[in-house]
């Protein structure tokens, strides 16, 4: 099973709002990052985690806040987000940092 | 800084042709390079992977080559088929000891016209 899912499919909020987006795999991976991704781009990393502690944040704004309960949970929980934050979100793992990266279909998300 | 490039950036075939996408990088300190598929809207799917000490990895009409020294990759395409319609990205991995930031070329969208 090389699936990685991803809660919601589509999302829309408000910059008032809290929400969170949701991954899972049950590959054994220790590895598990967030992208964003912009319409007609490639991902941009987010954050990645390596054995349940946060190892890369790229410069994220503090309105993203990942979370990593268990080895095969991801979640980035959002809060007073801006419209520019609209885009997919991409959630991946991998056997380890170096490994081959599954990627889940993604959270489409608009902020109003 | 690692910057990836792909060209060309849009093709149009008719099915049946084979085809060459093409991806180079500016740094040749990489661990491996991966390639992937992605439908509109959708995520990523993983086609091949190649380490830094592979020349060729393939993958049924797949085949993907890695001249490191040079920066370049090609991704061949062996008798197109109008379901290899999608947008595909190069991605190269650093040698450094986190190896987990990908840098990701902008893609090549390739139509197959049946």
């Known amino acids: 099973d090389t699936e990685v899912t991803q809660t919601p499919k589509h999302l829309v909020m408000g910059m008032t709002n809290k929400k969170s987006l949701k991954c899972e795999q049950h590959?054994?991976?220790?590895?598990m990052y967030w992208y964003k991704q912009k319409a007609k781009k490639p991902p941009e990393l987010m954050f990645v985690?390596?054995?349940?502690?946060?190892?890369i944040n790229e410069s994220v704004p503090s309105r993203f806040s990942p979370e990593c309960p268990n080895s095969s949970l991801l979640n980035l929980h959002l809060h007073a987000l801006q419209p520019e934050d609209s885009a997919l979100y991409l959630c991946?793992?991998?056997?380890?940092?170096?490994?081959?990266?599954?990627f889940g279909p993604g959270t489409r998300l608009l902020v109003l | 800084k690692q910057e990836v490039t792909q060209i060309p950036a849009a093709l149009s075939v008719p099915e049946g042709e084979n085809l060459v996408l093409n991806c180079s990088f500016t740094?040749?300190?990489?661990?491996?390079l991966q390639w992937f598929r992605q439908d509109p809207g959708k995520g990523l799917t993983s086609l091949l992977l190649?380490?830094?000490?592979?020349r060729e990895q393939t993958s049924g009409r797949l085949n993907a080559s890695l001249d490191k020294s040079s920066g370049r990759s090609t991704l061949y395409i062996a008798a197109s088929q109008p379901g290899d319609s999608a947008t595909y990205l190069c991605?190269?991995?650093?040698?450094?000891?986190?190896?987990?930031?990908?840098?990701f070329g902008e893609g090549t969208q390739l139509t197959v016209n049946p």
């Open positions: 991946a793992s991998s056997q380890w940092t170096q490994e081959t990266q599954y």
């Open positions: 590959m054994g991976h220790r590895a």
């Open positions: 985690y390596s054995y349940e502690k946060l190892s």
């Open positions: 740094d040749s300190a990489i661990y491996n």
């Open positions: 190649i380490q830094s000490s592979q």
């Open positions: 991605a190269v991995r650093p040698r450094e000891t986190s190896g987990s930031r990908l840098t």
